[in-house]
């Protein structure tokens, strides 16, 4: 069992940033991979960035050269850093977790904090 317990998260105003912290109930190095996805109002939950524990990372188109994703074995965290956020950015960021069992992958989410990006 892993619990995902997210911080940050907030108003921001266009053009600024905003950094989110997932903080893991167990070690991060058992973990395959880490992310974060979003849902803005009226839509499915998408994946923004993902982290595996070889360090190779994924994003989503929007969030290429302005989201970075970075993983703290030391805190066992996982963090994204956003910058030059847009209105579009608007939505709950959830932290994810996969884990492989022997009977397969597992899936973990946090409560999700609230982005908003308003002027």
């Known amino acids: 069992q892993v619990q995902l317990v997210e911080a940050g998260g907030g108003l921001v105003q266009p053009g600024g940033s905003l950094r989110l912290s997932c903080a893991s109930s167990?070690?991060?190095?058992?973990?395959?991979?880490l992310g974060w996805y979003r849902q803005g109002p009226g839509n499915v939950r998408r994946p923004v960035a993902t982290?595996?524990?070889?360090?190779?990372?994924d994003y989503a188109k929007s969030a290429e050269g302005r989201f970075t994703i970075t993983r703290d074995n030391a805190k066992n965290t996982v963090n994204l850093q956003m910058n030059r956020l847009k209105p579009e950015d608007t939505a709950v960021y959830f932290c994810?977790?996969?884990?492989?069992?022997?009977?397969?992958?597992?899936?973990?989410w946090g409560p999700g904090p609230q982005v908003t990006v308003s002027s």
């Open positions: 167990v070690d991060i190095k058992s973990i395959y991979q």
């Open positions: 994810n977790a996969a884990v492989y069992y022997t009977s397969g992958v597992k899936t973990y």
């Open positions: 982290i595996r524990n070889t360090g190779g990372t």
